[in-house]
């Protein structure tokens, strides 16, 4: 990847760009303005999910751009409770009716499983899917992917499924690199993303990583995202600022070195800062917007 508005290739086909913005928790509540800065400042690659709450925003945010939709790439999420068959058509036309479009570039699957309760998480995962796989076929969803999937999870859908999942997007940052997940995911063609790639702010202090960032004259965002980019996986960053949106954006000029990147590849690894799909599932959705 040589510059901000490269892309990948996905296993079908589709183009999916390089870097992409969060819209999860913006800080201080204007998600309007956020999404709207971010468009200014060159983003095109949103990051959505029933669970945030940000797809009317989002939605009304590229509309007022008048930049055309297709120059969009956007990804929501169905919830662990839109799950199933049914539940999983009735959640998407609700993400489309908040986003007020037609398509989504990737609709994923937001977490694989719920809380104990759920013994039967692996054949609602598959319902899930075929539902999702129906949307595809109908044109409406021009990829499928999964969200906090574990090898264990992702198992149960490769098995089952007739398109396969094009993406994975795990909590990955410096110290917390999930290199089983990563690999399995590499191994079957999945491209990973990471969401908190600056581990919610908590690695910008990192005595680690500060260093790393005098040595190449960058901030520890910064220094954060290339390694990732590095590794081939795509950083899903959030930011409320127009400065470190675009600070966020500006590292295609420099190569954190091999040796380095074993480095930072290999710091103490600490544990996850969000949510575990298996030890730390998130109980439900609070003041969810039907
Ligand atoms: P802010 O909105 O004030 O920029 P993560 O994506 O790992 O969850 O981290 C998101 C947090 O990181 C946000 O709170 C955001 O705060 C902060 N952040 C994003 N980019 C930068 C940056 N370049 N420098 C410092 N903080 C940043």
Not at 61 to 71: C, L, T
Request: aromatic share 10%.
């Amino acid at each position: 990847m040589q510059t901000f508005n490269d892309t990948y290739t996905l296993s079908n086909g589709i183009e999916i760009p390089c870097m992409g913005f969060g819209t999860y928790n913006a800080k201080g509540g204007d998600n309007l303005a956020i999404n709207k800065t971010a468009i200014e400042a060159g983003y095109r690659y949103f990051d959505t999910a029933s669970l945030y709450e940000t797809e009317r925003v989002l939605g009304q945010a590229i509309r007022e751009s008048g930049i055309p939709r297709k120059d969009f790439f956007i990804v929501s999420k169905l919830w662990i409770d839109e799950r199933g068959y049914q539940e999983a058509k009735d959640a998407f036309e609700r993400t489309l009716e908040r986003l007020q479009m037609d398509y989504l570039d990737l609709y994923l699957i937001h977490w694989p499983r719920g809380t104990e309760g759920d013994v039967d998480w692996k054949e609602k995962d598959l319902d899930t899917w075929r539902a999702m796989e129906e949307l595809q076929a109908a044109g409406r969803i021009r990829g499928l992917g999964l969200s906090n999937f574990l090898p264990h999870h992702l198992e149960n859908i490769l098995e089952n499924c007739k398109e396969k999942p094009l993406v994975d997007q795990l909590e990955i940052h410096p110290g917390y690199t999930q290199e089983a997940a990563v690999r399995y995911c590499q191994e079957h063609d999945i491209r990973v993303q990471a969401w908190s790639p600056l581990g919610r702010s908590a690695m910008l202090e990192n005595p680690i990583l500060k260093p790393f960032a005098e040595k190449y004259g960058k901030s520890v965002a910064q220094i954060c995202l290339r390694f990732l980019l590095q590794k081939g996986i795509i950083p899903l960053v959030k930011s409320s600022s127009m400065e470190r949106m675009k600070q966020n954006q500006d590292i295609f000029d420099f190569e954190i070195t091999k040796e380095d990147m074993y480095i930072l590849n290999n710091m103490p690894q600490n544990t996850w800062l969000g949510e575990h799909p298996d030890f730390a599932i998130p109980k439900k959705r609070s003041n969810f917007e039907q």
